[in-house]
């Protein structure tokens, strides 16, 4: 079977692609735009119990050093120190490029500022380095997704998130009911279906696992965390079905092409 990748596309600029990126990130689902410095605002509010508060970029910078010296040395990390590392970085790093907007070192110190975006990829890398460090089942990767949120849990406690919420909770019930139609309908037509309708299944049962961000996935409810777990373990199962396979090696194959395929685009989208 052949796994779509979908690739994101390369801006020349590095350091508004990185700003762009973070504002993005923290801003999504509140329903004030508009200026950089209200998104600004909404990184410096969204956790109320953020560890990161620095008084200037170089102290920011420092401790970006300090959090690079740490990973450096570790061999291997289990799924839920994972979890603590990935959500760890995406707080310094708010905090770090909220500091550096606030008293425009992105603009007025060059130096400052490439030492910072060296560091943030090296950090990077030793994440995905770590999360590569051993093979990660389906449900593992959907344990990360769900731990990361829960650590930035109290954003969707916000007051400004109260409707987003609801939407997710909605979004979230959608997605999920269209994988357990899918998985119903290919038990009752016991794999006599049209090229059609196997590549819009594929794609229906693939979904909630490219499609739920960190707000979406602190949305579920237990119940639908429960499921989303259920489909990780069922997912190769049902894919090398809907290809015609059923020998047990199909299945195991595709279970680590698409772990680490949904390993990595997770963390390239939230590092």
Known sequence: ??????????????????????????????VL??????????MSCSNKENRYVFNNAQDAVTACHQELAMLRPMASANIDELAGLT???????????????RDSTLRNDAVLTT????????IRAEIMRLA???????????RLKVN???????LMQSEQMSEAKKFYLDFNKRILQSAVDVR????????????????NYRWLLIQPFLVMDNYATAALTPQQENLLVEFAEQLPELLAALDGHTDQGDAEKLTSVLSEYFLKSYLKSVL
């Open 1 to 30: 079977m052949e796994v779509v990748v979908v690739l994101h596309p390369e801006i020349n600029n590095e350091i508004k692609m990185r700003m762009k990126q973070r504002i993005l990130h923290n801003a999504k689902g509140y």
């Open 33 to 42: 735009g508009g200026l950089a410095i209200v998104a600004a605002t909404l």
């Open 87 to 101: 959500a760890n970085w995406i707080e310094l790093q708010d905090s770090t490029m909220n500091v550096m907007m």
């Open 115 to 122: 030492d910072y975006f060296a560091t943030a990829d090296s």
């Open 132 to 142: 590569l460090s051993e093979k990660r089942t389906m449900a593992e990767v959907v």
């Open 148 to 154: 990361v949120s829960r650590k930035q849990g109290d």
């Open 184 to 199: 119903s309908q290919m038990t009752k037509r016991n794999g006599e279906l049209t090229d059609q309708q196997r590549s």
